[in-house]
């Protein structure tokens, strides 16, 4: 079965500082991997996802992730966070074949202070 | 665009009582929708998939028969939490795919509903 883990549950950062979020899956096959973001009082909307090819994406707001097959991670990552990234992120992971399920990662909060 | 609604967002009921939860894709069609289960500071954990006209797949450990899923028409699947019970009370949250995408695996999530059983 597949699994994610987000290593950082809670996060602190100032602005302008840089994000990394850790996410690593738990899958031996092709995967299709994904990162929602939940700003607060909002639903879960869709931040970026890879597919295949390129293994560096880009998504909205200046987010990025690289997704390194040999170490099963899709870390996100943005230069310089804003106030405005204040929201919860969670990490996702489906098997690119067969039955089409998403498991998500338990979220990480992350809170700008401006 | 792609826009999911649920109803209610938040509902209190007594224990025994049915809840139906109702989430709708407001500005496309949706062949299949998912309904998913959040407890605190737990994270999202998929119940049933919803295919529209067809019986829902639901996962391993989901009753079938506490927790109906009705998916009838392209825009709107409902689920029905019979005979609730305090351990019940929950966030759910659906997301549903639109089937004019090429890409099939983006979800669209609704908004989430906070069951809260007495």
């Known amino acids: 079965a597949q699994s994610v883990s987000q290593h950082n549950h809670h996060v602190i950062l100032s602005e302008a500082a840089s994000l990394e979020l850790g996410c690593n899956y738990s899958?031996?096959?092709?995967?299709?991997l994904f990162w929602y973001v939940q700003y607060p009082g909002q639903h879960l909307q869709l931040l970026l996802k890879?597919?295949?090819?390129?293994?560096l994406v880009k998504g909205i707001k200046g987010f990025e992730a690289e997704f390194i097959k040999s170490k099963f991670s899709f870390n996100l990552r943005k230069p310089s966070v804003q106030w405005s990234d204040t929201a919860e992120y969670f990490c996702?992971?489906?098997?690119?074949?067969?039955?089409?399920?998403?498991?998500f990662g338990i979220g990480t909060k992350l809170q700008v202070i401006p | 665009g792609a826009v999911v609604s649920q109803h209610p967002s938040r509902v209190i009921c007594k224990s025994g009582t049915s809840v139906k939860i109702e989430c709708r894709s407001l500005?496309?069609?949706?062949?299949?929708m998912f309904w998913y289960r959040q407890f605190p500071k737990q994270s999202l954990m998929l119940m049933a998939t919803?295919?529209?006209?067809?019986?829902?797949?639901?996962e391993q450990g989901v009753e079938k028969d506490k927790f109906l899923i009705n998916h009838a028409s392209l825009t709107l699947s409902t689920l029905t939490v019979t005979s609730a019970h305090p351990e019940d009370s929950s966030f759910y949250i659906c997301?549903?795919?639109?089937?004019?995408?090429?890409?099939?695996?983006?979800?669209?999530f609704g908004p989430g509903t906070r069951l809260t059983v007495l």
């Open positions: 997301s549903a795919r639109d089937r004019r995408e090429a890409s099939p695996d983006t979800q669209y």
């Open positions: 899958y031996g096959g092709t995967v299709n």
């Open positions: 890879y597919f295949s090819g390129d293994p």
């Open positions: 996702a992971v489906k098997n690119s074949g067969g039955y089409q399920k998403v498991t």
């Open positions: 500005d496309f069609q949706a062949t299949t």
């Open positions: 919803s295919n529209e006209g067809s019986k829902a797949t639901y």
